[in-house]
Protein backbone atom coordinates (compact mmCIF):
# COMPACT_ATOMS: atom_id res chain seq x y z
CA UNK A 1 0.00 0.00 0.00
CA UNK A 2 0.98 3.65 -0.34
CA UNK A 3 1.12 6.19 2.38
CA UNK A 4 0.02 9.49 2.05
CA UNK A 5 -1.19 12.08 4.60
CA UNK A 6 -1.70 9.97 7.18
CA UNK A 7 -3.67 7.18 5.16
CA UNK A 8 -3.23 3.85 3.34
CA UNK A 9 -4.38 4.03 -0.33
CA UNK A 10 -3.90 1.35 -3.49
CA UNK A 11 -2.60 3.82 -6.50
CA UNK A 12 -5.16 6.11 -8.04
CA UNK A 13 -4.61 4.02 -11.41
CA UNK A 14 -4.86 0.71 -9.96
CA UNK A 15 -1.32 0.04 -11.18
CA UNK A 16 0.73 -2.84 -9.04
CA UNK A 17 4.09 -4.50 -8.99
CA UNK A 18 5.08 -8.06 -8.11
CA UNK A 19 8.02 -8.76 -6.22
CA UNK A 20 9.44 -12.55 -6.67
CA UNK A 21 12.15 -14.15 -4.95
CA UNK A 22 15.77 -13.95 -6.14
CA UNK A 23 16.05 -17.31 -4.94
CA UNK A 24 13.85 -19.22 -6.82
CA UNK A 25 11.68 -16.61 -8.77
CA UNK A 26 8.52 -17.56 -6.46
CA UNK A 27 5.94 -14.71 -5.78
CA UNK A 28 6.39 -13.08 -2.38
CA UNK A 29 4.25 -10.19 -2.73
CA UNK A 30 2.20 -7.95 -4.72
CA UNK A 31 2.19 -4.04 -4.03
CA UNK A 32 0.90 -0.93 -5.64
CA UNK A 33 2.60 1.58 -8.46
CA UNK A 34 2.05 4.92 -8.04
CA UNK A 35 0.94 7.43 -10.18
CA UNK A 36 1.91 10.35 -10.62
CA UNK A 37 -0.79 11.96 -9.24
CA UNK A 38 -0.07 9.87 -6.19
CA UNK A 39 2.87 11.34 -6.34
CA UNK A 40 1.84 15.15 -6.05
CA UNK A 41 -0.58 14.04 -3.44
CA UNK A 42 2.05 12.80 -1.29
CA UNK A 43 4.50 15.85 -1.74
CA UNK A 44 1.48 18.01 -1.33
CA UNK A 45 0.99 16.16 2.23
CA UNK A 46 4.63 16.66 3.07
CA UNK A 47 4.69 20.27 2.18
CA UNK A 48 1.63 21.06 3.72
CA UNK A 49 2.58 19.79 6.95
CA UNK A 50 5.96 21.00 6.88
CA UNK A 51 4.69 24.63 6.44
CA UNK A 52 2.19 24.02 9.10
CA UNK A 53 4.62 23.54 11.56
CA UNK A 54 2.58 20.56 13.00
CA UNK A 55 6.04 18.61 13.11
CA UNK A 56 8.54 20.84 12.78
CA UNK A 57 7.07 23.30 15.57
CA UNK A 58 7.93 19.97 17.89
CA UNK A 59 11.03 20.27 20.35
CA UNK A 60 13.97 18.39 19.52
CA UNK A 61 13.50 16.16 22.70
CA UNK A 62 9.96 15.21 21.53
CA UNK A 63 11.30 14.45 18.18
CA UNK A 64 14.20 12.86 19.42
CA UNK A 65 11.52 10.53 21.75
CA UNK A 66 9.91 9.93 18.65
CA UNK A 67 12.64 8.38 17.22
CA UNK A 68 13.69 6.18 19.95
CA UNK A 69 10.15 4.67 20.08
CA UNK A 70 10.15 3.84 16.66
CA UNK A 71 13.76 1.93 17.65
CA UNK A 72 11.70 0.24 20.13
CA UNK A 73 8.84 -0.97 17.68
CA UNK A 74 11.11 -2.01 15.52
CA UNK A 75 13.36 -4.54 18.15
CA UNK A 76 10.02 -5.47 18.97
CA UNK A 77 9.06 -6.70 15.15
CA UNK A 78 12.58 -7.16 14.37
CA UNK A 79 11.68 -10.96 13.07
CA UNK A 80 8.70 -9.61 11.04
CA UNK A 81 11.07 -7.23 9.25
CA UNK A 82 14.06 -9.65 8.97
CA UNK A 83 12.11 -12.43 6.98
CA UNK A 84 10.49 -9.65 4.95
CA UNK A 85 13.75 -8.50 3.81
CA UNK A 86 15.42 -11.71 3.55
CA UNK A 87 12.49 -12.77 1.09
CA UNK A 88 12.95 -9.55 -1.16
CA UNK A 89 16.45 -9.52 -1.63
CA UNK A 90 17.23 -13.68 -1.36
CA UNK A 91 19.97 -12.89 1.39
CA UNK A 92 20.13 -15.45 4.49
CA UNK A 93 17.75 -14.57 7.39
CA UNK A 94 20.51 -14.19 9.62
CA UNK A 95 22.43 -11.14 7.51
CA UNK A 96 19.06 -10.06 7.94
CA UNK A 97 18.83 -9.84 11.14
CA UNK A 98 22.04 -8.05 11.53
CA UNK A 99 20.79 -5.22 9.12
CA UNK A 100 17.84 -4.80 11.72
CA UNK A 101 19.88 -4.60 14.36
CA UNK A 102 21.73 -2.19 12.48
CA UNK A 103 18.43 0.00 11.62
CA UNK A 104 17.54 -0.39 15.33
CA UNK A 105 21.20 1.00 16.33
CA UNK A 106 20.95 3.94 13.43
CA UNK A 107 17.55 5.37 15.12
CA UNK A 108 19.01 5.36 18.33
CA UNK A 109 21.89 6.76 17.22
CA UNK A 110 20.21 10.00 15.94
CA UNK A 111 17.50 10.12 18.81
CA UNK A 112 20.32 10.59 20.68
CA UNK A 113 22.10 13.18 18.50
CA UNK A 114 18.88 14.55 18.52
CA UNK A 115 19.36 15.46 22.30
CA UNK A 116 22.55 17.52 21.95
CA UNK A 117 22.07 21.33 21.80
CA UNK A 118 22.51 22.26 17.82
CA UNK A 119 21.92 25.93 18.17
CA UNK A 120 25.44 28.31 19.80
CA UNK A 121 26.09 31.93 19.84
CA UNK A 122 29.14 33.32 18.19
CA UNK A 123 31.35 36.32 19.54
CA UNK A 124 31.25 39.03 16.64
CA UNK A 125 32.97 41.29 18.72
CA UNK A 126 30.68 43.74 19.88
CA UNK A 127 28.86 44.03 23.20
CA UNK A 128 25.69 45.40 21.97
CA UNK A 129 25.30 42.74 19.85
CA UNK A 130 24.14 38.79 20.62
CA UNK A 131 24.75 36.58 17.57
CA UNK A 132 23.01 33.39 17.46
CA UNK A 133 23.25 29.94 15.06
CA UNK A 134 19.96 28.36 14.85
CA UNK A 135 19.32 24.80 13.09
CA UNK A 136 16.67 24.64 11.41
CA UNK A 137 14.66 21.62 9.26
CA UNK A 138 15.16 21.87 5.56
CA UNK A 139 12.14 20.68 4.55
CA UNK A 140 10.45 18.50 2.38
CA UNK A 141 12.23 15.66 1.83
CA UNK A 142 12.12 12.90 -1.04
CA UNK A 143 14.28 9.79 0.35
CA UNK A 144 15.43 7.62 -2.26
CA UNK A 145 16.72 4.17 -1.60
CA UNK A 146 18.67 0.90 -3.01
CA UNK A 147 17.48 -2.76 -2.59
CA UNK A 148 21.33 -4.05 -1.69
CA UNK A 149 20.64 -2.95 2.25
CA UNK A 150 16.63 -1.75 1.55
CA UNK A 151 16.04 -0.66 5.07
CA UNK A 152 18.63 0.28 6.26
CA UNK A 153 19.86 2.39 3.87
CA UNK A 154 16.66 4.52 4.36
CA UNK A 155 17.04 4.21 7.99
CA UNK A 156 20.23 6.76 7.50
CA UNK A 157 17.96 8.89 5.54
CA UNK A 158 14.48 8.43 7.82
CA UNK A 159 15.76 8.61 11.26
CA UNK A 160 18.06 11.95 10.78
CA UNK A 161 14.83 13.49 8.76
CA UNK A 162 12.75 12.85 11.58
CA UNK A 163 15.02 14.32 14.21
CA UNK A 164 15.39 17.00 12.45
CA UNK A 165 11.89 17.70 11.73
CA UNK A 166 11.41 17.42 8.14
CA UNK A 167 8.35 15.93 6.36
CA UNK A 168 9.19 13.24 3.37
CA UNK A 169 8.19 10.90 1.11
CA UNK A 170 10.05 7.93 1.16
CA UNK A 171 10.69 5.92 -1.70
CA UNK A 172 12.46 2.37 -1.73
CA UNK A 173 13.50 0.40 -4.37
CA UNK A 174 10.67 -1.17 -6.82
CA UNK A 175 12.39 -4.57 -6.08
CA UNK A 176 12.68 -4.76 -2.09
CA UNK A 177 9.72 -2.56 -0.65
CA UNK A 178 8.69 -4.76 2.37
CA UNK A 179 10.68 -3.41 4.93
CA UNK A 180 10.15 0.13 4.37
CA UNK A 181 6.13 -0.47 4.00
CA UNK A 182 6.87 -2.34 7.50
CA UNK A 183 8.66 1.28 8.76
CA UNK A 184 5.74 3.41 7.66
CA UNK A 185 3.61 1.69 9.86
CA UNK A 186 5.56 1.80 13.33
CA UNK A 187 6.16 5.37 12.42
CA UNK A 188 2.61 6.03 12.12
CA UNK A 189 1.94 3.89 15.64
CA UNK A 190 4.67 5.72 17.14
CA UNK A 191 2.69 8.32 16.82
CA UNK A 192 4.03 11.35 13.92
CA UNK A 193 1.45 13.33 12.41
CA UNK A 194 0.13 13.05 9.40
CA UNK A 195 1.72 14.03 6.60
CA UNK A 196 5.18 13.98 7.87
CA UNK A 197 5.73 10.55 6.67
CA UNK A 198 4.81 9.60 2.85
CA UNK A 199 5.32 6.35 1.00
CA UNK A 200 5.70 6.19 -2.79
CA UNK A 201 6.06 2.95 -4.59
CA UNK A 202 6.97 2.90 -8.42
CA UNK A 203 9.68 2.58 -10.56
CA UNK A 204 12.32 5.41 -10.30
CA UNK A 205 12.08 6.43 -13.71
CA UNK A 206 8.60 7.61 -12.98
CA UNK A 207 7.76 8.24 -9.57
CA UNK A 208 11.90 8.61 -8.77
CA UNK A 209 12.22 11.70 -11.37
CA UNK A 210 8.83 13.15 -10.12
CA UNK A 211 9.90 13.20 -6.36
CA UNK A 212 13.84 14.88 -7.34
CA UNK A 213 12.17 17.70 -9.70
CA UNK A 214 9.58 19.13 -7.82
CA UNK A 215 9.71 22.29 -6.54
CA UNK A 216 7.89 21.51 -3.64
CA UNK A 217 10.73 19.42 -2.75
CA UNK A 218 13.82 21.01 -0.58
CA UNK A 219 16.00 17.93 -0.63
CA UNK A 220 17.06 14.67 -2.17
CA UNK A 221 18.99 12.06 -0.51
CA UNK A 222 19.54 9.02 -3.09
CA UNK A 223 21.43 6.25 -2.17
CA UNK A 224 21.99 4.22 -5.73
CA UNK A 225 23.79 4.24 -8.69
CA UNK A 226 26.25 6.78 -10.18
CA UNK A 227 24.60 7.28 -13.22
CA UNK A 228 20.94 7.80 -11.63
CA UNK A 229 22.66 9.88 -9.56
CA UNK A 230 23.88 12.29 -12.28
CA UNK A 231 20.37 11.88 -13.67
CA UNK A 232 18.99 13.05 -10.47
CA UNK A 233 21.67 16.25 -9.95
CA UNK A 234 20.49 17.18 -13.81
CA UNK A 235 16.79 17.35 -12.26
CA UNK A 236 17.22 18.80 -9.01
CA UNK A 237 19.21 21.62 -10.77
CA UNK A 238 16.34 23.75 -12.20
CA UNK A 239 15.28 24.48 -8.69
CA UNK A 240 18.76 24.31 -7.13
CA UNK A 241 17.81 21.49 -4.66
CA UNK A 242 20.00 20.79 -1.88
CA UNK A 243 21.61 17.06 -2.37
CA UNK A 244 22.75 14.30 -0.76
CA UNK A 245 24.17 11.68 -2.74
CA UNK A 246 25.20 8.17 -1.33
CA UNK A 247 26.72 6.49 -4.97
CA UNK A 248 28.88 3.67 -6.43
CA UNK A 249 32.18 2.19 -5.32
CA UNK A 250 35.44 1.12 -6.80
CA UNK A 251 36.98 -0.19 -3.28
CA UNK A 252 40.89 -0.93 -3.16
CA UNK A 253 42.08 -3.47 -0.74
CA UNK A 254 45.87 -3.01 -0.69
CA UNK A 255 47.80 -5.81 0.80
CA UNK A 256 51.71 -5.23 2.23
CA UNK A 257 54.30 -8.26 2.35
CA UNK A 258 54.52 -7.07 5.94
CA UNK A 259 51.09 -8.17 6.93
CA UNK A 260 49.21 -10.32 8.98
CA UNK A 261 49.08 -12.15 5.33
CA UNK A 262 46.27 -14.89 6.88
CA UNK A 263 43.96 -12.08 8.21
CA UNK A 264 44.31 -10.00 5.11
CA UNK A 265 42.98 -13.59 2.77
CA UNK A 266 40.70 -14.07 5.07
CA UNK A 267 39.10 -10.22 5.56
CA UNK A 268 40.00 -10.02 1.52
CA UNK A 269 37.58 -12.91 0.70
CA UNK A 270 34.56 -11.44 3.12
CA UNK A 271 34.91 -7.68 1.41
CA UNK A 272 34.55 -8.90 -1.82
CA UNK A 273 32.10 -11.94 -1.84
CA UNK A 274 29.76 -10.85 1.23
CA UNK A 275 26.30 -10.44 0.13
CA UNK A 276 27.77 -12.17 -3.47
CA UNK A 277 29.67 -8.46 -3.65
CA UNK A 278 25.98 -6.65 -3.81
CA UNK A 279 27.64 -4.19 -1.54
CA UNK A 280 28.77 -0.04 -2.33
CA UNK A 281 32.31 -0.72 -0.46
CA UNK A 282 32.32 -3.99 -1.67
CA UNK A 283 36.28 -4.64 -2.01
CA UNK A 284 36.54 -5.69 -5.43
CA UNK A 285 40.15 -4.41 -5.62
CA UNK A 286 42.68 -6.21 -4.62
CA UNK A 287 45.85 -5.02 -4.81
CA UNK A 288 49.04 -7.27 -3.47
CA UNK A 289 52.46 -6.79 -3.36
CA UNK A 290 54.35 -8.62 -5.37
CA UNK A 291 56.68 -10.70 -3.10
CA UNK A 292 53.08 -12.39 -1.63
CA UNK A 293 51.16 -12.19 -4.74
CA UNK A 294 51.00 -16.12 -5.52
CA UNK A 295 50.24 -16.99 -2.19
CA UNK A 296 47.66 -14.73 -1.58
CA UNK A 297 45.86 -15.21 -5.34
CA UNK A 298 46.00 -18.98 -4.75
CA UNK A 299 44.42 -18.96 -1.25
CA UNK A 300 41.68 -16.71 -2.40
CA UNK A 301 40.89 -18.75 -5.11
CA UNK A 302 40.54 -21.88 -3.29
CA UNK A 303 38.24 -20.10 -0.58
CA UNK A 304 36.06 -18.40 -3.26
CA UNK A 305 35.54 -22.02 -4.62
CA UNK A 306 34.26 -23.29 -1.75
CA UNK A 307 31.44 -20.30 -0.76
CA UNK A 308 28.48 -22.13 -0.05
CA UNK A 309 25.36 -20.35 -2.11
CA UNK A 310 22.12 -20.72 -1.10
CA UNK A 311 18.44 -19.50 -0.72
CA UNK A 312 17.31 -17.54 2.63
CA UNK A 313 16.05 -20.74 4.91
CA UNK A 314 19.27 -22.36 3.75
CA UNK A 315 21.08 -22.24 7.22
CA UNK A 316 24.40 -23.69 5.85
CA UNK A 317 24.33 -21.40 2.92
CA UNK A 318 27.37 -18.25 3.08
CA UNK A 319 26.38 -16.03 0.54
CA UNK A 320 23.06 -16.09 -1.63
CA UNK A 321 22.13 -14.95 -5.22
CA UNK A 322 21.99 -11.66 -6.97
CA UNK A 323 18.73 -9.60 -7.00
CA UNK A 324 17.30 -10.03 -10.41
CA UNK A 325 18.05 -11.81 -13.91
CA UNK A 326 19.07 -8.57 -15.45
CA UNK A 327 21.57 -7.66 -12.97
CA UNK A 328 22.83 -11.69 -13.51
CA UNK A 329 23.24 -10.88 -17.32
CA UNK A 330 24.42 -7.34 -16.39
CA UNK A 331 27.47 -9.04 -14.12
CA UNK A 332 27.65 -12.04 -16.85
CA UNK A 333 28.70 -9.12 -19.74
CA UNK A 334 31.07 -7.84 -17.36
CA UNK A 335 33.06 -11.01 -16.57
CA UNK A 336 32.67 -11.20 -20.60
CA UNK A 337 34.05 -7.88 -21.45
CA UNK A 338 36.88 -8.65 -18.45
CA UNK A 339 38.25 -12.03 -19.91
CA UNK A 340 37.64 -9.94 -23.63
CA UNK A 341 40.34 -7.35 -22.40
CA UNK A 342 42.82 -10.28 -21.06
CA UNK A 343 41.98 -10.44 -17.35
CA UNK A 344 42.94 -13.95 -16.14
CA UNK A 345 39.71 -16.07 -15.10
CA UNK A 346 40.94 -17.94 -12.32
CA UNK A 347 37.80 -19.34 -10.77
CA UNK A 348 34.22 -18.88 -11.47
CA UNK A 349 33.11 -16.43 -14.15
CA UNK A 350 29.46 -18.05 -14.31
CA UNK A 351 26.61 -18.96 -12.80
CA UNK A 352 25.80 -21.48 -10.61
CA UNK A 353 25.33 -24.78 -11.96
CA UNK A 354 23.80 -26.50 -9.12
CA UNK A 355 19.77 -27.40 -9.17
CA UNK A 356 18.95 -26.34 -6.64
CA UNK A 357 19.84 -22.97 -7.96
CA UNK A 358 18.30 -23.04 -11.23
CA UNK A 359 15.44 -20.88 -10.89
CA UNK A 360 17.57 -18.00 -9.35
CA UNK A 361 20.13 -15.61 -9.85
CA UNK A 362 22.90 -17.49 -8.53
CA UNK A 363 26.70 -16.25 -9.90
CA UNK A 364 29.56 -17.68 -8.43
CA UNK A 365 32.21 -15.94 -6.79
CA UNK A 366 34.64 -14.96 -9.23
CA UNK A 367 38.77 -13.91 -9.36
CA UNK A 368 40.33 -12.36 -12.17
CA UNK A 369 44.63 -11.94 -11.93
CA UNK A 370 46.91 -10.00 -13.94
CA UNK A 371 44.51 -7.03 -14.34
CA UNK A 372 45.41 -3.13 -14.41
CA UNK A 373 44.50 0.19 -14.28
CA UNK A 374 43.39 0.89 -17.49
CA UNK A 375 40.88 -2.52 -17.29
CA UNK A 376 36.93 -1.43 -17.62
CA UNK A 377 36.43 -4.51 -14.80
CA UNK A 378 38.95 -3.22 -12.73
CA UNK A 379 37.60 0.93 -13.33
CA UNK A 380 33.79 -0.11 -13.57
CA UNK A 381 31.36 -1.61 -10.36
CA UNK A 382 30.04 -4.44 -11.25
CA UNK A 383 28.06 -4.95 -7.69
CA UNK A 384 28.53 -8.83 -8.08
CA UNK A 385 31.20 -11.14 -6.74
CA UNK A 386 33.96 -10.15 -8.99
CA UNK A 387 37.23 -9.40 -7.83
CA UNK A 388 40.16 -7.98 -9.87
CA UNK A 389 43.82 -8.77 -8.67
CA UNK A 390 46.47 -6.14 -9.24
CA UNK A 391 50.35 -6.11 -8.25
CA UNK A 392 52.17 -3.18 -6.41
CA UNK A 393 56.34 -2.90 -6.16
CA UNK A 394 56.37 0.17 -4.00
CA UNK A 395 54.40 2.21 -1.55
CA UNK A 396 53.96 5.06 -3.56
CA UNK A 397 52.89 2.20 -6.80
CA UNK A 398 50.35 1.10 -4.21
CA UNK A 399 48.44 4.37 -3.17
CA UNK A 400 48.65 5.50 -6.61
CA UNK A 401 46.94 2.49 -7.96
CA UNK A 402 44.29 2.83 -5.02
CA UNK A 403 43.19 6.10 -5.82
CA UNK A 404 43.33 5.47 -9.83
CA UNK A 405 39.25 5.19 -9.46
CA UNK A 406 36.79 7.94 -10.46
CA UNK A 407 35.02 6.30 -6.89
CA UNK A 408 36.02 7.38 -3.57
CA UNK A 409 34.27 5.41 -1.21
CA UNK A 410 36.31 3.06 0.87
CA UNK A 411 39.08 1.05 0.73
CA UNK A 412 41.45 -0.89 2.96
CA UNK A 413 45.16 -1.89 4.05
CA UNK A 414 46.80 -4.33 5.59
CA UNK A 415 50.32 -3.70 7.24
CA UNK A 416 52.36 -4.92 10.08
CA UNK A 417 54.20 -1.07 10.14
CA UNK A 418 51.99 1.57 12.07
CA UNK A 419 54.40 4.43 10.30
CA UNK A 420 53.16 3.27 7.13
CA UNK A 421 49.55 2.02 7.76
CA UNK A 422 49.43 6.43 8.86
CA UNK A 423 51.06 7.20 5.70
CA UNK A 424 48.97 5.08 3.12
CA UNK A 425 45.42 5.80 5.12
CA UNK A 426 46.24 9.65 4.85
CA UNK A 427 46.72 9.37 1.15
CA UNK A 428 43.82 6.95 0.03
CA UNK A 429 41.38 9.20 -1.57
CA UNK A 430 38.45 7.55 -0.06
CA UNK A 431 35.37 8.29 2.69
CA UNK A 432 36.50 5.37 4.81
CA UNK A 433 39.74 3.51 5.04
CA UNK A 434 40.00 0.65 7.23
CA UNK A 435 43.51 -0.22 8.50
CA UNK A 436 44.33 -4.15 9.24
CA UNK A 437 40.24 -4.48 9.02
CA UNK A 438 37.83 -4.43 6.39
CA UNK A 439 34.14 -3.44 6.05
CA UNK A 440 32.44 -2.80 9.72
CA UNK A 441 30.87 0.61 10.43
CA UNK A 442 28.76 1.86 13.15
CA UNK A 443 26.56 4.81 13.10
CA UNK A 444 28.52 7.00 15.64
CA UNK A 445 31.13 7.91 12.09
CA UNK A 446 30.41 9.64 9.12
CA UNK A 447 29.72 7.57 6.15
CA UNK A 448 30.00 9.16 2.61
CA UNK A 449 32.11 9.23 -0.60
CA UNK A 450 35.38 11.26 -1.80
CA UNK A 451 34.94 11.47 -6.07
CA UNK A 452 32.27 10.25 -7.51
CA UNK A 453 31.11 8.12 -5.08
CA UNK A 454 29.20 11.14 -3.50
CA UNK A 455 28.24 14.27 -2.18
CA UNK A 456 27.54 14.93 1.85
CA UNK A 457 27.83 12.05 4.28
CA UNK A 458 25.68 9.85 6.73
CA UNK A 459 25.77 8.71 9.92
CA UNK A 460 27.58 10.54 12.69
CA UNK A 461 26.35 13.97 13.21
CA UNK A 462 27.33 15.03 9.64
CA UNK A 463 24.13 13.05 8.71
CA UNK A 464 22.08 14.96 10.92
CA UNK A 465 23.44 17.88 9.22
CA UNK A 466 22.32 17.06 5.77
CA UNK A 467 18.82 17.88 6.88
CA UNK A 468 19.39 21.15 8.59
CA UNK A 469 19.73 24.66 7.46
CA UNK A 470 21.49 27.12 9.46
CA UNK A 471 20.42 30.40 10.39
CA UNK A 472 22.32 33.29 11.83
CA UNK A 473 20.41 36.09 13.75
CA UNK A 474 22.03 38.63 14.59
CA UNK A 475 20.19 41.39 17.21
CA UNK A 476 21.28 44.85 18.16
CA UNK A 477 20.66 45.18 21.84
CA UNK A 478 21.22 48.61 21.76
CA UNK A 479 19.75 49.86 18.08
CA UNK A 480 21.25 52.77 16.78
CA UNK A 481 21.42 54.56 13.53
CA UNK A 482 23.57 52.93 10.87
CA UNK A 483 25.50 56.50 9.93
CA UNK A 484 26.59 55.05 6.32
CA UNK A 485 25.05 57.48 4.21
CA UNK A 486 24.40 61.30 5.15
CA UNK A 487 21.32 62.27 6.47
CA UNK A 488 20.53 65.57 4.38
CA UNK A 489 18.45 67.88 5.97
CA UNK A 490 15.38 69.19 3.34
CA UNK A 491 16.59 71.19 0.57
CA UNK A 492 20.17 71.13 2.39
CA UNK A 493 22.00 69.01 -0.65
CA UNK A 494 21.68 71.05 -4.24
P1 LIG B 1 19.78 2.53 -8.80
O1 LIG B 1 19.39 1.72 -9.97
O2 LIG B 1 20.48 3.81 -9.02
O3 LIG B 1 18.43 2.77 -7.97
C1 LIG B 1 18.43 3.36 -6.70
C2 LIG B 1 17.06 3.97 -6.45
O4 LIG B 1 16.86 5.05 -7.36
C3 LIG B 1 15.91 3.00 -6.68
O5 LIG B 1 14.91 3.26 -5.73
C4 LIG B 1 15.47 3.37 -8.08
O6 LIG B 1 14.14 3.03 -8.36
C5 LIG B 1 15.64 4.87 -8.03
N1 LIG B 1 15.73 5.52 -9.35
C6 LIG B 1 16.06 4.98 -10.55
N2 LIG B 1 16.02 5.93 -11.51
C7 LIG B 1 15.67 7.09 -10.91
C8 LIG B 1 15.47 8.43 -11.37
N3 LIG B 1 15.62 8.78 -12.66
N4 LIG B 1 15.13 9.37 -10.47
C9 LIG B 1 15.00 9.06 -9.16
N5 LIG B 1 15.15 7.81 -8.67
C10 LIG B 1 15.50 6.84 -9.54
O7 LIG B 1 20.69 1.71 -7.80
P2 LIG B 1 20.46 0.23 -7.26
O8 LIG B 1 20.74 -0.71 -8.38
O9 LIG B 1 19.15 0.15 -6.56
O10 LIG B 1 21.61 0.12 -6.14
C11 LIG B 1 22.91 -0.24 -6.44
C12 LIG B 1 23.82 0.98 -6.41
O11 LIG B 1 23.69 1.65 -5.17
C13 LIG B 1 25.28 0.60 -6.53
O12 LIG B 1 25.91 1.47 -7.43
C14 LIG B 1 25.80 0.81 -5.12
O13 LIG B 1 27.17 1.11 -5.07
C15 LIG B 1 24.96 1.97 -4.65
N6 LIG B 1 24.94 2.04 -3.19
C16 LIG B 1 25.68 3.00 -2.58
C17 LIG B 1 25.71 3.06 -1.19
C18 LIG B 1 26.54 4.10 -0.48
O14 LIG B 1 26.49 4.15 0.74
N7 LIG B 1 27.31 4.91 -1.18
C19 LIG B 1 24.98 2.14 -0.45
C20 LIG B 1 24.24 1.17 -1.10
C21 LIG B 1 24.22 1.13 -2.48
P3 LIG B 1 13.72 1.55 -8.92
O15 LIG B 1 14.94 0.72 -8.92
O16 LIG B 1 12.70 1.11 -7.96
O17 LIG B 1 13.19 1.75 -10.28
Known sequence: MLYINGSWRDSSNGGKHEIRSPHDGALIASVPQASIDDVNDAIAAARASFDS??????????????????????????????????????????????DVADVVATFRHFAKLGLKEQDHTVDVGLANVTSQIVHEPIGVCSLIGPWNYPLLQIAWKVAPALVAGCSFILKPSELTPQSAIHLIKLIEEAGAPAGVANLILGPGSVVGNALTTDPRVDLVSFTGGLTTGKTIMVGAAATVKKLALELGGKNPHIIFADADIDAAIDNAVTGAFLHSGQVCSAGTRLIVERSIHDRVVKEIVRRAGQIRMGGPSDLSAETGPLISESHLKGVESYVAAGVAEGAKLLVGGKRSQLPEHARGWYFLPTVFDECNTSMHCVQEESFGPVMTVEIFDTEA????????????????????????AARVASALRHGTVWVNDYGPYRPQAEWGGYKQSGIGRELGSHGLGEYLEIKHIWTNNSPSKSGWFHDFAEGERQ
Open 53 to 98: GVFSSWSWSKRSALVSTIADLLERDAAIIAKKESDDTGKRIIEAEY
Open 397 to 420: QAIAIGNDTIFGLSGGLWTGDSLK
